[in-house]
């Protein structure tokens, strides 16, 4: 194995210095052929390196004969339509396999349901301590239920007390809202002090522990009976809720949420309520206006995939501008180039994404602050290595086909090829041309540029081809 | 005098034709081609390279380093039983060939 892959590198080795010294001499040949026609030495050196072309392209090619006689064929590329669809479908696909096994399912469906109320079943949100029955009695009301913001000192583990905000509710609450739990039965009927605890209470404080159901929790200096957790993105007034208790000593509620009876409107309900005289302090107000919590997953996907993408394009612009230049049909090629690595680079992001959801935003495990920092500093920079093999592979495609170029042929001095970055040519095999990516010095990054065919190239190709 | 670019398919041709009189450097091969043609082919002369190498592989040349008369060292290729078999094909087709395109340029 060792002995083979040493054979090979010596015989690479010796076709290189034979096609080396062929060209070297044909080179030598014509300087003196253009001497003797009365040409400077160094106008005789340029003339005869453009009658011969492109030394590098030709010992690519030289090579690639040499060892099998014709260029390589392309790999086999599946229609770029059925790349694209496979690599979008990829984090759909992850996402069903992955999300729905954790707390997003429930979460999700109650947002969704909430929503399509508030086009198709309006709620209303009104003051009024007997509002509700008020309405009920018109036949304005399917049910409503009443709520009260409060914020209350919680005490966990050795005796450490935290504010903590939440509202107290009617038991019929979350019944009403249509809110599914991730754990526990919800508020029982004469069932004493109960309280549902938020899905991040439950997860910071509480261990994430499913069996937390039944235990006690202490909330400003009384005790509840926990008897459910609620779904991760669910929130009725505020984000920041931590809880919702019932308690049977605090029977006032500043607020009342109602549904309405399927055939009104806000303003019909509230036509219908103002005739029987009961308007008091509020009119009915969608609760569209009560903003619904995206999930922040959700709102990471979007806004991370944008950023990148906004970075992805930039890069891709300012590598453009110059590779373009003398390109025909560049505005086609430019549109290509950018779909292509749009279709390469967002499906594995929102990819990434998802696991990074599954993982730490919805598996229902307690993750102490450092791990999810850790967790986030990977997927950032996952998302970067990405981008980052995005550009380079775009960077090495043929800015007409986009297929991967070939053959790349070091450039520069033995110094600079031995200790540092040399520039580098790549060659399309379909021969629309090549691409030249010089060395990066210290003082800037240099453009590559595309040179387009040769007759060179048309001759080869198209012999290649026929063979 | 106007330069004509090479026909696609014919540099194998031209190549193997001009080693047919005997064993040849690749510089040399290119410049006969340019004085049997009058200098009117426009071809870049690297091009020659790689069709040598893929026409060694494929057997209908070989290659042997020498001298040149001023003492040089030098790379001639010469060809093969199964080069002059595929000059013969290659002289068939482009003849077959240009006969039909002369026939349809004269008579449509």
Request: aromatic share 8%; hydrophobic share 45%.
């Amino acid at each position: 194995m060792v002995n083979q892959i040493v054979q090979r590198w010596l015989e690479r080795r010796r076709l290189k210095q034979q096609i080396n010294e062929e060209i070297a001499f044909h080179i030598e040949q014509a300087v003196e052929e253009e001497l003797e026609r009365g040409l400077s030495p160094s106008d005789a050196r340029r003339e005869a390196r453009r009658r011969f072309g492109s030394a590098r392209s030709v010992r690519g090619l030289c090579l690639e004969f040499a060892r099998h006689g014709e260029l390589k064929p392309d790999r086999p590329q599946a229609p770029f339509a059925v790349l694209a669809v496979v690599a979008a479908s990829t984090p759909v696909v992850l996402a069903a396999l992955l999300l729905p096994q954790h707390v997003y399912q429930q979460p999700i469906q109650a947002i969704d349901t909430l929503a399509v109320s508030t086009r198709s079943v309006p709620w209303v949100r009104m003051d009024g301590r007997r509002f509700d029955e008020l309405g009920q009695e018109l036949g304005v009301f399917q049910g409503s239920a009443g709520f009260q913001p409060i914020s209350l000192q919680g005490v966990f583990g050795s005796n450490a007390e935290h504010w903590l905000t939440g509202l107290s509710v009617t038991p019929n609450f979350l019944d009403l809202l249509e809110t599914p739990l991730l754990h526990g039965a919800g508020f029982q009927p004469r069932g004493g002090d109960q309280v549902v605890v938020s899905h991040e209470l439950w997860r910071s404080r509480l261990g994430a522990d499913p069996k937390v159901i039944g235990r006690s929790l202490a909330l400003g200096g009384a005790s509840y009976k926990i008897v459910g957790v609620a779904p991760a993105a669910f929130w009725a007034l505020r984000p920041t809720e931590n809880f919702w208790l019932t308690n049977s000593s605090r029977t006032e509620r500043a607020w009342y949420v109602a549904r309405l009876s399927s055939h009104l409107t806000p303003e019909s309900a509230d036509t219908a309520l103002a005739a029987g005289g009961l308007v008091a302090t509020g009119r009915p107000v969608s609760l569209s206006q009560i903003r619904q919590r995206a999930p922040r997953a959700a709102l990471w996907i979007v806004s991370s995939n944008w950023a990148l993408l906004l970075i992805l394009g930039l890069v891709q612009t300012v590598s453009l501008r110059q590779t373009l230049v003398g390109v025909r049909a560049r505005w086609r090629a430019a549109a290509l180039s950018y779909l292509f690595l749009s279709v390469k680079a967002l499906p594995v992001l929102a990819s990434l994404a998802v696991c990074w959801t599954a993982l730490v935003e919805s598996s229902g495990v307690a993750f102490s602050p450092v791990f999810a920092f850790c967790a986030s500093f990977l997927f950032l920079l996952a998302s970067i290595a990405v981008v980052w093999w995005s550009l380079v592979d775009q960077t090495l495609r043929c800015v007409h086909c986009l297929r991967t170029l070939r053959m790349p042929l070091d450039r520069g001095t033995v110094g600079s090829i031995l200790f540092d970055l040399p520039g580098s040519e790549y060659i399309c095999s379909h021969g629309h041309g090549t691409l030249y990516l010089p060395a990066p010095t210290s003082a800037r990054l240099q453009e590559p540029t595309w040179t387009p065919p040769s007759g060179l190239w048309h001759e080869l190709v198209f012999s290649n081809k026929k063979a | 005098m106007t330069r004509l670019n090479l026909l696609q398919g014919t540099l194998d041709l031209l190549a193997l034709k001009v080693l047919e009189g005997g064993p040849l450097h690749g510089y040399a091969i290119s410049q006969r081609i340019q004085e049997l043609s009058d200098s009117r082919l426009q071809v870049e002369e690297g091009s020659l390279y790689p069709a040598l190498y893929r026409m060694e592989k494929r057997g209908w040349i070989g290659s042997q380093w020498g001298k040149t008369a001023l003492g040089r060292r030098a790379r001639f290729y010469s060809l093969t039983a199964a080069g002059l078999e595929q000059l013969g094909h290659e002289r068939e087709n482009w003849e077959e060939m240009s006969g039909v395109i002369n026939r349809i340029m004269r008579e449509a």
